[in-house]
């Protein structure tokens, strides 16, 4: 090896390249939280630069940290969750954290049996979109620092994306193209989300005046979609909202094989925005979630979390985004 990475690297050569002091450098890896963010990101990136490979269980043994975060999902097989757990990483290696990945696969008493597994080798966790009740939730976390991600659970910090002028926007849209009888394609009992979705939809049908039927709950999953796809048609509806993208697919093809198309005998609204729907035939309309966002703000909770500061609840919007799974209301179809 030559040049800069021929020798060690210590902190005192990234002190002396950053124009600090050692101790300072020590801080921007052991006591993160406690260091200016330029500064800490400046020490990371020189840090990076030259090869500096810190020894985390010296520094555990210093600061009583494992520098490890734990990552709880509900489904990692869920085309949502994936560029979330790249997000959540991009922001923690920022911390210098490692992201321990945890997938509970839709059993609400899998996700307490996993954190109380991990919770002793973790400094935090991040719970997204859990399906277990807030006490249940609770009592696993005790003393844990800890956020949820699409979900608010009071005393907790929580970060949540607010699907609700979306998707007011989606049925505006679709009430425009002529569509006055509608169907609710619900998500699971226990998704927060899946409630959250449903009282915006409701709430913007009640205003609009217009029809709505409720179907379900069917599971969030290509499987779910296809099991709605009969109860759509029996529904008489002429367009649908779907819980989420996942759902929405399963949907069109479900249609598609009872020979109706989408969108020009349905139009078919989804959730999320997974790159699924955007290559699926027709591409979906659907609202779009700052999952960038969501992780990079979940970090930032976690890493106040762990200072003791005050719990509190951040709502990012989700947008619409109208491609070609909305059209007319069919030819023929009365408009009330």
């Known amino acids: 090896m030559t040049g800069e990475r021929s020798k060690r690297v210590t902190i005192y050569s990234i002190a002396q390249e ?6 300072t450098v020590s801080r921007a890896f052991t006591r993160p939280d406690i260091v200016n963010d330029d ?9 990076r630069r030259l090869g500096y490979q ?7 043994l210093a600061t009583g940290r494992a520098g490890m975060v734990g990552l709880l999902v509900p489904d990692i097989t869920n085309p949502f969750f ?7 990483q991009q ?9 321990l990945l945890l997938d509970a696969d839709e059993v609400a008493h899998e996700e307490t049996e996993l954190v109380e597994q991990v919770k002793a080798q973790v400094d935090g966790l991040i719970v997204a979109s859990p399906r277990s009740p807030d006490a249940d939730l609770e009592a696993t976390l005790g003393d844990l620092p800890a956020v949820i991600v699409n979900r608010v659970v009071p005393g907790r910090p929580s970060v949540v994306c607010d699907n ?25 009992e226990a998704s927060w989300a899946a409630r959250q979705r449903a009282e915006a939809i409701r709430g913007w049908a009640l205003a609009a005046g217009v029809e709505l039927v409720e179907l379900g709950d069917f599971a969030a999953s290509y499987e779910g979609g296809r099991e709605a796809a009969p109860a759509l048609l ?7 909202f779907a819980f989420d993208d996942l759902m929405a697919c399963g949907v069109l093809a479900g249609l598609a094989e009872a020979g109706r198309s989408v969108p020009d005998d349905h139009s078919l609204v989804g959730c999320d925005d ?9 591409s979906l309309t659907t609202v779009t979630a700052p999952v960038g966002e969501l992780g990079s703000t979940a970090i930032g909770l976690l890493r106040a979390a762990m200072r003791g500061d005050d719990a509190r609840e951040v709502r990012l919007d989700g947008t619409l985004s109208l491609r070609a799974s909305t059209g007319p209301v069919p030819a023929g179809v009365a408009s009330r």
Do not use: M
């Not at 500064?39 to 840090?47: F, G, L, P, S």
């Not at 923690?92 to 992201?99: E, F, G, L, P, Y």
């Not at 997974?274 to 027709?282: D, F, N």
């Open 164 to 188: 609700s002028a979306a998707l007011t926007a989606a049925g505006q849209h679709l009430h425009q193209l002529g569509h006055r009888r509608f169907a609710l394609l619900r998500g699971p």
């Open 234 to 240: 029996g529904s008489d509806a002429t367009a649908a």
């Open 91 to 99: 922001a923690a290696s920022v911390q210098d954290w490692s992201v």
């Open 54 to 60: 810190p020894n985390k269980a010296a520094r555990g």
């Open 39 to 47: 500064v800490r990101e400046r020490i990371h990136a020189v840090a």
């Open 274 to 282: 997974v790159l699924l729907a955007q290559t699926v035939t027709p």
């Open 18 to 23: 950053c124009g600090v002091s050692a101790s």
């Open 82 to 88: 994936p560029p979330l757990v790249r997000a959540i």
